[in-house]
Nanobody
């Protein structure tokens, strides 16, 4: 139902920064909860950050708290992930996604609760 295009990944040294972007095709983007997930080689896709339609509710994985910031611009149908103080362990393919259920149903962190996914963008952090 929703097409997502994520971008902004690249190669950066430890301690550096990157900003990921995710553009959505839906005309009702402003009603969607949006999340970021990542997947490292040999591991399951894991939750990174989530933001509700109004930006009033935001949650982060413990591993990125204080370093990553999720935000959105509903007028541009775009969600962002600002990544600062990057560590080699942050190396992964990052995916944006739309939450399948209303904010108060399901969870904000489960892959199963998100219905549409971007193609992924590679982030590599060198030590």
């Amino acid at each position: 139902q929703v097409q997502l295009v994520d971008s902004g990944g690249g190669l950066v040294q430890a301690g550096g920064s990157l900003r990921l972007s995710c553009a959505a095709s839906t005309r009702i983007f402003s009603t969607y909860t949006m999340g970021w997930f990542r997947q490292r080689p040999g591991k399951e896709r894991e939750f990174v950050a989530v933001i509700n339609w109004s930006s009033a509710s935001i949650y982060y994985a413990d591993s990125v708290k204080g370093r990553f910031t999720i935000s959105r611009d509903n007028a541009k149908n775009t969600v962002y992930l600002q990544m600062d103080s990057l560590k080699p362990e942050d190396t992964a393919v990052y995916y944006c996604a739309t939450k399948r259920t209303p904010w108060l149903s399901g969870t904000y962190y489960s892959v199963a609760d998100f219905s549409s996914w971007g193609q992924g963008t590679q982030v590599t952090v060198s030590s």
